[in-house]
């Protein structure tokens, strides 16, 4: 039986940057029935050092650090297996909660919910400046009903925001009672739990965004080809429960025959021939599509920058305005500048 309402578990490595603050903007805001577990996998930072030390001043804070790393996934389920929560928040380890989450979370658990996610807002690396309101762009709440249509809606509407785990604050008993482990290595193992099934009970989605995410700060970045072009869309066309056009709403199934998809990496400076010989030639079945691939590939970095900053111009997107600020081909441009000057 859960001795607490809620668990904030908190998967971490190499954060020792960053999770002084997340902790900062969570401990002030626990109740007697909430606690936090931080799992550690093994960091070779003075991560422990920052978290102890806030544990000497909340009797709350758990810390549980592994004896070796074992990826995202894994230690967010050690974490929940751990918990005493009757429900766990999923909370990512260099966000921030606004002042009142907590307690906004609390008043909507006790009632008969599988699932809350909670909105957020978006803000750059030192969190300075706002680059989106909210990444759900829903302004009220929304109700998924315990039915088939109703959890089919939930998925086309939300499942693209579920990339970030932050948000997420599910019910022990039901993630407990899912299939876990075949998603270990996914890195997205709240969507696999989620979605292999239909998922028990009602969902609520909270439109107001009490989390504050700091962009570009993902330890995976550099995976980004491989993981948003083929691990992501193979995850979510892999749930059988669900209809292609609710599936589709969330990502194309094949987003890397995409010209606009290839650009766009190729403009971040992680799409090189290293990608095309490893992920796409072999997938590339028609001469023409393998030429395509290969000519983006080639590209200059600053052509495939100037297409999508254009873009970004017209549709006023500050995202990827950021994104492309921010990218391994501007930092790469800016050194060759500075080395040259």
């Known amino acids: 039986m859960a001795n607490k309402a809620l668990s904030i578990c908190i998967a971490t490595y190499n954060r020792a940057q960053f999770i002084g603050a997340t902790l900062e903007s969570i401990l002030p805001q626990l109740t007697d029935d909430v606690e936090v577990l931080v799992v550690d996998g093994a960091s070779p930072d003075n991560t422990e050092e920052i978290v ?54 609390l008043d909507v658990i006790g009632e008969d919910y599988s699932l809350v996610v909670v909105n957020s807002e978006i803000r750059n690396a030192d969190l300075s400046e706002l680059l989106a309101e909210r990444k759900w762009a829903m302004t009220s709440d929304r109700v998924y009903e315990d039915d088939s249509p109703d959890k089919e809606r939930f998925l086309a509407e939300v499942g ?125 079945q028609l001469k023409w599509q393998r030429l395509t691939a290969r000519v983006i590939t080639l590209m200059p970095f600053w052509i495939a920058q100037s297409i999508l900053k254009l873009y970004a111009a017209i549709h006023r997107d500050r995202l990827l305005i950021y994104n492309l600020r921010n990218s391994r081909a501007s930092h790469r441009v800016g050194k060759t500048s500075c080395e040259k000057a």
Request: charge should be positive.
């Open 160 to 284: 693209d925001y579920l990339t970030f785990i932050g948000g997420v604050v599910i019910r022990r008993s039901v993630w407990l009672s899912r299939d876990r482990a075949k998603y270990y290595g996914s890195r997205f193992i709240h969507v696999g739990v989620i979605f292999q099934s239909m998922l028990p009970g009602k969902i609520l989605v909270i439109a107001t965004p009490w989390i504050v995410i700091r962009l570009g700060n993902a330890e995976w970045a550099n995976l980004g080809f491989d993981i948003w072009m083929f691990k992501w869309p193979e995850l979510i066309w892999s749930f059988t429960d669900f209809s292609d056009f609710s599936k589709r709403a969330v990502c194309r199934r094949l987003p890397w025959q995409r010209l606009h998809s290839l650009i766009y990496y190729r403009a971040l400076g992680i799409y090189s021939l290293t990608e095309y010989s490893k992920w796409l030639e072999c997938r590339l």
């Open 52 to 105: 102890l030390r806030y544990g000497e001043q909340c009797s709350q804070l758990k810390y549980i650090r592994l004896a070796a790393k074992g990826g995202v996934d894994q230690d967010y389920d050690r974490a929940v297996g751990l918990a005493e929560g009757e429900f766990c928040w999923l909370f990512s380890d260099d966000d921030i909660l606004k002042p009142g989450a907590v307690r906004a979370v």
